[in-house]
């Protein structure tokens, strides 16, 4: 039976039930934390580094369901989900009930941006890695949000594959803290995220077993922090994005912005102040146990519209296996 598995960075998919009010003043930024602040007895304001956290822009929310029940994945790994029932609700009200099985579980992320599954097909047991601490760290839980364990099952019940979700540490870095400093810390704590996500799964699965590792990494697919991830019980894994088609081109770079994409192979495109050119990289991956990889039947990105992305700054990408 064919099988599209795949990835989409949904983008802040936050709920429409957050408190919002007028307050007196805006908090103290904070380089990590959520602040609740209450300005009189029945008012309320959630907040996140002195920014107020509201729901997700409807027109965005409709343009990246537009986007999945376009390409009409069997599988689909999201991140950046406040909870589980915004994610029921963005699935019944926006997708048509698209998924019948859905699953996540909250995760460490202070500004409550989760990882989850929709699924066409029945979903088995459900994981969560999130307690999860490095050796260098043992007294800290490694992941900043999670990694997310679920079977996939087929109609009868029988297993077919197990999939791992997981948002690693980005790169953004608070325009209050040393950015060069900053920026080496991040990079060091996806390292450990890496280096986590090897060692569970290796402690999870037998070396033959059929499993998917897929989510929003953070860091190109040759990135020496992501290096210890794929390598699970002294195997490599397979990039089932290495040669991904896209649904359409991409939009041409306007005048002096450089050259555009070097190639079809990317999900995040981020344009840094000054004079640098745009960057183009795939984030967002697909990677596959040796069981799988033979199972490979094609990849796909679908490609956004707009520079800034559309509904999201990450585009979905995903696999279809014979299985």
């Known amino acids: 039976m064919p099988v599209t598995v795949g990835t989409f960075n949904l983008n802040n998919l936050f709920s429409r039930f957050n408190f919002q009010a007028e307050i007196e003043e805006l908090p103290a930024v904070e380089?990590?934390?959520?602040?609740?602040?209450?300005?009189?007895?029945?008012?309320?304001?959630?907040?996140?580094?002195?920014?107020?956290?509201?729901?997700?822009?409807?027109?965005?929310?409709?343009?990246?369901?537009?986007?999945?029940?376009?390409?009409?994945?069997?599988?689909?790994?999201?991140?950046?989900?406040?909870?589980?029932?915004?994610l029921k609700t963005f699935n019944r009200d926006n997708l048509g009930g698209l998924y019948p099985h859905v699953a996540l579980i909250e995760g460490n992320d202070p500004r409550f941006i989760d990882v989850g599954v929709m699924?066409?097909?029945?979903?088995?047991?459900?994981?969560?890695?999130?307690?999860?601490?490095?050796?260098?760290?043992?007294?800290?839980?490694?992941?900043?949000?999670?990694?997310m364990r679920v079977e996939i099952l087929a109609d009868d019940g029988s297993k077919l594959f197990s999939l791992y979700n997981v948002h690693l540490k980005s790169h953004y870095v608070p325009f209050d803290q040393d950015q060069e400093e900053g920026a080496r810390l991040a990079n060091a704590k996806?390292?450990?995220?890496?280096?986590?996500?090897?060692?569970?799964?290796?402690?999870?699965?037998?070396?033959?077993?059929?499993?998917?590792?897929?989510?929003?990494?953070?860091?190109?697919?040759?990135?020496?922090f992501l290096g210890p991830m794929l390598t699970i019980d002294g195997r490599s894994m397979f990039n089932g994005l290495a040669g991904a088609e896209e649904t359409r081109?991409?939009?041409?770079?306007?005048?002096?912005?450089?050259?555009?994409?070097?190639?079809?192979?990317?999900?995040?495109?981020?344009?840094?102040?000054?004079?640098?050119?745009?960057?183009?990289?795939?984030?967002?991956q697909v990677w596959l146990s040796d069981r799988l990889s033979g199972r490979l039947e094609g990849a796909c990105i679908d490609r956004r519209t707009l520079h800034g992305g559309d509904g999201s700054d990450h585009d979905p990408a995903w696999v279809s296996l014979a299985l």
Not at 41 to 62: H, I, Q, W, Y
Not at 200 to 218: H, K, P, Q, Y
């Open 31 to 86: 380089s990590g934390g959520l602040t609740i602040t209450v300005s009189d007895g029945d008012s309320r304001a959630r907040m996140f580094m002195g920014r107020l956290v509201k729901e997700k822009d409807p027109a965005d929310t409709a343009k990246i369901a537009e986007r999945i029940r376009r390409i009409d994945i069997d599988v689909l790994a999201v991140q950046e989900v406040e909870h589980i029932d915004i």
């Open 119 to 147: 699924s066409k097909l029945p979903i088995g047991p459900i994981t969560s890695f999130q307690t999860a601490v490095h050796p260098n760290e043992p007294g800290r839980r490694v992941f900043g949000r999670d990694l």
């Open 190 to 224: 996806r390292q450990r995220e890496a280096e986590t996500v090897a060692r569970l799964i290796s402690a999870t699965e037998r070396s033959d077993a059929a499993f998917v590792l897929c989510g929003d990494m953070n860091d190109p697919p040759d990135s020496e």
């Open 249 to 284: 081109p991409a939009k041409p770079e306007t005048a002096g912005q450089g050259p555009g994409p070097q190639s079809k192979v990317w999900t995040h495109r981020y344009n840094p102040p000054g004079p640098a050119f745009p960057e183009y990289e795939l984030y967002d």
